[in-house]
Every structure is written in C-alpha cells, then in structure tokens.
C-alpha cells in the first residue's frame, strides 16, 4: 500500500513558479503527475522512475517544468516555471510500477493523491 500526499499549490500569477511536492509512503513506485482542469480530462504532465534517473514530460510542459525526485525523503517534486492561465488544473501525483504501456496511462497507476489546486492568472 502507497498513500500520496500533494502540497504546493496556490494562486499565481502568470509567469511566476510554483513547486509542488508529492510525498510518498510505503515503496518507491515510478511517480508521474496529471492534472485535471474543469471540464477537461485528467492529462500526463510529468513522471520519474523510481530511482530518478529518468524524467517524461508532455509536450505542453517541456521547458517549463522540472520533475525531481529526492529518494531519501521519499519526495517527488514538479517544479513549474513560466506558469500560463492554461495550467489551471487540480494537480495529481500517481504511483505505479508497470507503466510499459505509457507514462501517460491513467489505469497503469496503482495509486493516487488527493489533488492540489494550481491557479494562474492572466
């Protein structure tokens, strides 16, 4: 069993950056982030291997945000520069192991957070 807990989101305004963290218990998973704005489907945005060796990002993101992992705190960070009013979205961390089938595979994640709310104004 893995319990995702995600913190950092806030409102701000276009331009700025915000961190956010997913804190994780239990045994290191790969670790992706999805966000879901309203009425929108919940998309990939970022994910790192369990050990962090290796990074995936959508294309939408590229450039702008950063995903790190800090293995001994078992944390997963997304670090999110030059933020724009379309990345308006509840964020979520996910975890799964078997993700063969693609980082951007909703149903290959076993586990997922509660969801924090970025807000970026125009």
């Known amino acids: 069993q893995v319990h995702l807990v995600e913190s950092g989101g806030g409102l701000v305004q276009a331009g700025d950056s915000l961190r956010l963290s997913c804190v994780a218990s239990g045994r290191a998973y790969h670790v992706g982030w999805f966000r879901q704005a309203p009425d929108k489907e919940r998309e990939f945005v970022a994910g790192?291997?369990?050990?962090?060796?290796?990074?995936f990002y959508a294309d939408s993101v590229k450039g702008r945000f950063t995903i790190s992992r800090d293995t001994a705190k078992n944390t997963v960070y997304l670090q999110m520069n030059s933020l724009k009013p379309e990345d308006t979205a509840v964020y979520y961390c996910a975890a799964g192991w078997d993700l063969r089938a693609g980082w951007g595979r909703r149903e290959k994640y076993d586990y997922w957070g509660q969801g924090t709310q970025v807000t970026v104004s125009s």
């Open positions: 790192i291997t369990s050990t962090g060796s290796q990074p």
